[in-house]
């Protein structure tokens, strides 16, 4: 069992507190777009008084897919912030919040280290790591009892997003598993707003077009410090098994909408592939 380790920091300690603000949130998150089809999503992790509005977004478009009663296991993919562990490292434990336990699919996680020597079981790079812990909640309250395969990015390269994506969809089809895939990831970090703002919406110009090479060259040829470019890339390319054509772009905010300063902004954005 992984405990908990951020609720009472990047989401509230207690139960009612969670489930409260998580209610609040998705009552305000309004979406136009038609995406009852859609199968994978992007959300931010930054502590919910930051980026949780934002991410309400994300979960009220899964509570919105019509496939959703059919849905049996839900991949998430964050990426490492601590830099401890292996480049991909897929956990095999049931993870605690104050709302339940998320229950591991290992038959398919196990499936996903036998795909490739590339891929790890390694529980050390889930241990400190926030970026999929704080989903936990919103899932928990959105999906109701899913098991979930939970997989640790620590090399972003594309050719890891690859691999991955072709993992996650084999083990899908052999299984005969009903899926969905949500990417962890803020976007660009400790900037001006403005700058910032004018990076991450180039970015969204080739997530919109489904283009996972030139985003992630574009990552690097504007040094955005995004932190999941290598999970999103992951959930677009499963996106277009599934029959995607498009990135649809829910909501934008950054810290600065909380704090007032926008000297220095962390971006967030809410994505479905559709």
């Known amino acids: 069992m992984r405990e908990p380790a951020f609720n009472g920091s990047f989401y ?38 930051y980026s949780g509005y934002t ?30 562990g292996t480049p991909l490292s897929i956990s095999f434990e049931d993870w605690r919040t104050p709302l339940g336990i998320a229950r591991n699919d290992l038959e398919f996680s196990k499936e996903l280290v036998n795909y490739s020597s590339n891929i790890y079981h390694d529980e050390s790079a ?31 390269e594309v050719e890891n997003s690859e ?4 993992a996650i969809i084999s083990t899908a089809e052999k299984l005969g598993r009903k899926i969905i895939v949500l990417a962890s990831s803020d976007f660009d970090h400790y ?14 110009e080739y997530l919109e077009n489904m283009d996972y090479l030139g985003f992630n060259k574009a990552v690097k040829s504007l040094n955005d410090s995004i932190c999941g470019f290598g999970p999103i890339t992951v959930a677009l390319l499963c996106s277009k098994n599934y029959g995607a054509k498009k990135g649809a772009l829910l909501n934008f905010s950054n810290s600065g909408d909380t704090t007032g300063d926008h000297d220095q902004v962390v971006d967030y954005m809410s994505w479905v592939f559709i």
């Open 163 to 166: 691999l991955l994506s072709k």
């Open 126 to 156: 889930h241990e400190d790591e926030h970026s999929l812990e704080v989903q936990l909640p919103f899932l928990q309250k959105v999906v109701g009892e899913k098991k979930y395969v939970f997989v640790c990015m620590g090399d972003q």
């Open 12 to 49: 509230p300690k207690y139960k009612d507190d969670i489930e409260k603000f998580i209610d609040s949130a998705l009552a305000k998150a309004d979406i136009k777009e038609d995406i009852a089809k859609a199968k994978c999503y992007v959300a931010p992790h930054a502590g919910f008084i």
């Open 191 to 204: 900037e001006k707003d403005s700058i910032a703002r004018k990076k991450d919406m180039k970015l969204a």
């Open 55 to 84: 991410a309400a977004y994300t979960y009220r478009a899964i509570a919105s897919s019509s496939s959703l009663k059919d849905i049996e296991t839900v991949v998430l993919v964050g990426p490492n912030h601590t830099g401890i």
